[in-house]
């Protein structure tokens, strides 16, 4: 119901979504890697880490950057 809900709020239609998983079932172990090879390159990729305070310091002898907000 949620699902629905939300495809008729943004104007997807019934047959919209139909075609949509109808696509992502033909999608392929070449297809991903492609994606993969294209978008997931390690030069231009970022970690980030959410922790509690009494973290840091075991976290900033990682050698990582460490910020905190």
Known sequence: A????NSNLYGRTPQQRLEFGQRVLKVTLDDLKRVTETYLTT????????TNSGSLE???QTGFDVFTL
């Open 43 to 50: 030069d231009q990729h970022s970690t980030a880490v959410v």
């Open 2 to 5: 949620k699902t629905t809900f």
């Open 58 to 60: 075991k976290l900033d």
